[in-house]
C-alpha cells in the first residue's frame, strides 16, 4: 500500500454522509476502484473511476477524482449499519490485473 | 452461479513446512490473480494467470509460487514457512473479455497461520 494511502479510521452517525479519502502517488493510473470488505468475506468491487473522469455517481455513492493533487474520495450518502465494513481504494494500469491497494478505512456507523 | 472459492478456509502450519492453497473461479473466468493481506503490510499482489501462464508476478521471494491448469482452478504454494508467511490469502478471478474495466470477484480467503 506504499503507493496508496488512506486514513485509517471513520466513525459516521446513522443517515449522515461517510467521506472516506485517499492519496495516490502514481499519475499513470489509469482505472481507480473502490472495494468494500466485511468480516470474513473477500473483498466487493463498489465502483470505479477513470482517471480522465472527475466524478460518477452510482445510487448512493458518488466519486471524486482530483488529478492535480492525486486525491480520490468516496462518498456514501444515507450511511446505514450494513455499510460498516473497511473500504479500500485501489489503482491499476490499464490492462494490467495488478492492483495496489491502500491500506483501508475501517467505517464504523454508529446508531 | 457460484463465487470464487477458496479451500482450505483455515490452515494452520508450522514453520519450514510447506502449504498449498486452492482456487476455483468464477464458471468462465479465466484469469485468477492471488493476494496476500496482512495487518502490517496490506494486501499485496502475489501473481496473475492467464490460460496456465503467469503474466505478472509481485514482489515476494521465489518461496511463493503458483500455477494455473487447464481448467482455470489455480493453486499456490508456499515452501519453507516463515512467521511472517502468516495472512489472509485472497484469490481473484475475472473473465478477461477485453472490455476495459473486468471486474475481478474476490473469494473469501484462506487464514494461514504459521506457528
Not at chain 1, 499513470?28 to 476502484?33: M, W
Not at chain 1, 460518477?56 to 477524482?65: M, S
Not at chain 2, 464458471?27 to 502490517?40: F, L, M, N
Request: aromatic share 12%.
Amino acid at each position: 500500500g506504499e503507493d496508496v494511502e488512506q486514513s485509517l479510521f471513520l466513525s459516521v452517525r446513522e443517515g449522515d454522509s461517510s467521506v472516506i479519502n485517499c492519496t495516490y502517488t502514481d499519475s499513470s493510473s489509469t482505472y481507480l476502484y473502490w472495494y468494500k470488505q466485511e468480516p470474513g468475506a473477500g473483498l466487493q468491487l463498489l465502483t470505479y473511476i477513470f482517471s480522465n473522469m472527475d466524478m460518477k455517481q452510482d445510487q448512493r455513492l458518488t466519486v471524486l477524482l482530483n488529478k492535480k493533487d492525486k486525491h480520490l474520495s468516496l462518498r456514501i450518502a444515507d450511511t446505514q449499519t450494513g455499510d460498516s465494513a473497511i473500504y479500500f481504494c485501489a489503482w491499476s494500469y490499464s490492462n494490467d490485473y495488478k492492483l495496489s491497494f491502500g491500506a483501508g478505512t475501517t467505517v464504523t456507523v454508529r446508531a | 452461479k457460484a463465487g470464487v472459492t477458496q479451500t482450505p478456509r483455515y490452515l494452520i502450519k508450522t514453520r519450514g513446512q510447506q502449504v498449498t492453497l486452492s482456487c476455483s473461479p468464477i464458471s468462465g473466468h479465466r484469469s485468477v490473480s492471488w493476494y496476500q493481506q496482512t495487518p502490517g503490510q496490506g494486501l499485496q499482489f502475489l501473481f496473475e494467470y492467464f490460460s496456465e501462464t503467469q503474466r505478472n508476478k509481485g514482489n515476494f521471494p521465489g518461496r511463493f509460487s503458483g500455477r494455473q491448469f487447464s481448467n482455470s482452478r489455480s493453486e499456490m504454494n508456499v515452501s519453507t514457512l516463515e512467521l511472517g508467511d502468516s495472512a489472509l490469502y485472497l484469490c481473484a478471478s475475472s473473465r478477461q473479455t477485453g472490455v476495459q474495466v473486468d471486474e475481478q470477484y474476490f473469494g473469501p480467503g484462506t487464514r494461514l497461520t504459521v506457528t
